[in-house]
């Protein structure tokens, strides 16, 4: 067959996004987190020497729910631009995932079933007869294990042959039902399979152009097969689905004994009601000290070797303005290899590690009480965890929450979570001068002005979110590739824009300094530095830091013209410095992805909002340091 598009189905947290990448390259992180898909990814590949075109879609447990990224899912495989689609599916939910596929199988799509995670089925001693689902569905079959790339070449192999899947057969009243929705619908023509319609119409879907007298027919076949069975044919269908999922699962599975060890006894530690909190506060600290350590020490060692460069570099090129520009991006350059590597690594490799063995969720599961406090859905966790590698993905996450409100105010929230650049500007400022308590000390001081904020916006936007419902995923040993692609792909936005930004503005700003125009930007900005206490040569590094958060701290650096910023701040302007970065408005690449899913008038109120934290909160710092 002529395959030109492949679509990845599945449900969250089932190796699409580790799929997606083994197929494309590394273009997408993957977690051991569901629902941290929430877009559409896009990546070519090839398949018999021909280009094809492979799409990740979010992940989803139905075709008929409401989620929002499920509904992206459904009206992508329902535009008629999807060739074959590759149902990802975890071995060890077999049962479970069946339910999809069935579903998939109605949409008459041409089909193959990969199998994932066979390692984890076979350590929970679930044994399947591939051949015989093959001959059940009636579409290939494959066992992967996509972390470790085992089985990928046969999926290749596969997709010519990908063929529709055998539809499922409803009891005889609720065929006779289709059948007599199908024939009313004969008129109406959506490019979807009939059948297909047929079935979506009798689950109460909206259907467009229906005549009336259809509409009319349709509506009395739901009610008939409501009153013959006693609940809603939605129901009914799902039920059916369900049970015919259960009896292919038996027919082609064998359960046995599963291989107990350490990640099945852990959670009775990691999540108990009372020490799964101190466990959770023992890791954040552990996080904080080795990102600390290593960062430090890798900062001794590259900074005076650098530093001896950029003398080297002065002194050739003399005192003139060109000459400061060159020495301002030598600054530059060596401010990203010697203040932020040393302490981003190192951040987003045990952020990784953290996603990839399956704890973040349990720290989500842990924190749904403090999200119900302040009165939002416990998904909102999963936005709220994404800030701490970037507000971007974050603020995209929020499209999993169903209500309007709830997606404002999470949105609002989690661009105050102190994200990787932040996170620079906290280590290298006062985790570098103050110690890794102190840093700490930032963060719980963050989490708890979320919280009041959370709690306040709570006052003016009142409602209550549903209950948390998230899978927990098991433990799994983090694959090196996968990991170390995750931490390339984070720290690639730093490479490929902050970095080369970041010497741009170095020489821009040793430019400005050279023709002595720094003094009159710097007093532009003091109608913040002044009631904050900080001297007037933070201004522009905070302008900068609207670009990327760590920009602020590297043009400190380049602001005071030492790397030994305790010389020129007291400790006192190091905490309010670093608080009013973690709070005030976020940067441009976030403002825009706050556009695109609020609007421009609630980003503007995020904007304001977020700035005017930061300014109340470093504010009560200075009170109280005068007070000290």
Not at 152 to 168: D, S, T, V
Not at 206 to 230: I, N, S
Not at 266 to 282: E, K, T
Not at 371 to 377: A, C, S, T
Request: glycine fraction near 10%; aromatic fraction near 6%; charge should be neutral.
């Amino acid at each position: 067959m002529n395959v030109r598009r492949i679509a990845l189905v599945g449900q969250p947290n089932s190796g699409k996004s580790t799929l997606f990448n083994a197929l494309v390259g590394w273009r997408a992180v993957a977690s051991n987190f569901p629902g941290t898909t929430v877009e559409i990814l896009r990546g070519g590949s090839h398949m018999a020497g021909q280009p094809v075109e492979v799409v990740d879609l979010p992940g989803t447990y139905s075709l008929s729910s409401g989620d929002r990224a499920e509904e992206v899912t459904r009206a992508f495989l329902t535009s008629g631009e999807v060739d074959a689609v590759v149902h990802a599916i975890d071995a060890s939910l077999l049962s479970r995932s069946l339910e999809l596929t069935l579903e998939l199988a109605e949409l008459a799509i041409p089909m193959v079933l990969c199998l994932n995670m066979m390692d984890e089925a076979r350590r929970k001693g679930v044994a399947v007869d591939q051949e015989k689902l093959a001959q059940l569905l009636g579409v290939p079959v494959v066992a992967t294990v996509a972390t470790r790339g085992v089985g990928l070449p046969a999926l290749l192999a596969a997709l010519p042959n990908a063929r529709p899947a055998n539809p499922p057969r409803y009891s005889a009243d609720v065929e006779q039902a289709l059948t007599t929705v199908e024939n009313a619908l004969a008129s109406v023509h959506t490019g979807l399979p009939p059948r297909y319609m047929a079935i979506q119409a009798l689950a109460g879907a909206p259907l467009p152009d229906v005549p009336p007298a259809a509409t009319a027919q349709v509506h009395a076949v739901r009610e008939a097969l409501a009153r013959t069975r006693g609940e809603d044919p939605a129901l009914v269908l799902a039920d059916e689905r369900h049970a015919q999922a259960v009896r292919t699962f038996e027919a082609v599975a064998q359960v046995t004994h599963a291989h107990l060890d350490w990640r099945d006894q852990a959670d009775s530690v990691l999540m108990h009601r009372y020490l799964g909190y101190p466990i959770l506060g023992l890791v954040l600290f552990a996080l904080f000290w080795i990102v600390f350590q290593v960062g430090s020490t890798l900062e001794r060692l590259l900074r005076e070797p650098l530093s001896g460069l950029t003398e080297a570099l002065a002194g050739a090129v003399g005192p003139g303005a060109w000459g400061q520009v060159a020495v301002g991006a030598m600054e530059g350059l060596w401010a990203g290899l010697a203040l932020v590597l040393p302490y981003l690594v190192p951040f987003l490799l045990l952020l990784a590690l953290l996603e990839d063995v399956g704890y973040l969720p349990r720290a989500a599961f842990l924190l749904d009480g403090l999200m119900h406090r302040m009165g939002l859905h416990g998904k909102s966790v999963i936005p709220f965890l994404l800030g701490y590698g970037c507000s971007v993905p974050a603020v995209l996450a929020t499209r999993i929450l169903e209500d309007d409100r709830d997606r404002l105010v999470t949105a609002a929230l989690a661009v105050m979570v102190p994200c990787a650049g932040r996170a620079i500007v906290v280590f290298g400022l006062v985790g570098r001068f103050m110690g890794p308590l102190v840093a700490l000390g930032l963060y719980l001081l963050n989490a708890a002005v979320i919280a009041v904020s959370g709690t306040l916006l709570r006052r003016f936007l009142p409602g209550m979110g549903p209950g948390l419902i998230l899978e927990i995923p098991p433990y799994r040993r983090p694959g090196g590739r996968t990991t170390l692609g995750k931490v390339w792909l984070r720290l690639r936005d730093f490479v490929a824009v902050a970095w080369p930004l970041l010497v741009g503005t170095s020489a821009v700003f040793a430019l400005a300094e050279a023709l002595g125009w720094a003094g009159g930007l710097n007093a532009g900005v003091r109608f913040l530095t002044w009631p904050l206490g900080l001297p007037p040569e933070a201004g522009v590094p905070l302008v900068f830091g609207l670009l990327r958060k760590e920009l602020s701290l590297v043009m400190l650096t380049q602001a005071f013209g030492t790397a030994d910023l305790s010389a020129v701040l007291a400790p006192g302007q190091m905490v309010i410095f670093t608080v009013f970065v973690l709070f005030y408005m976020p940067c441009v690449a976030t403002l825009a992805a706050l556009g695109r899913e609020l609007g421009p008038r609630r980003t503007g109120l995020v904007f304001l909002g977020t700035t005017g934290v930061a300014l109340l909160v470093g504010l009560l710092l200075r009170g109280l340091a005068s007070l000290a």
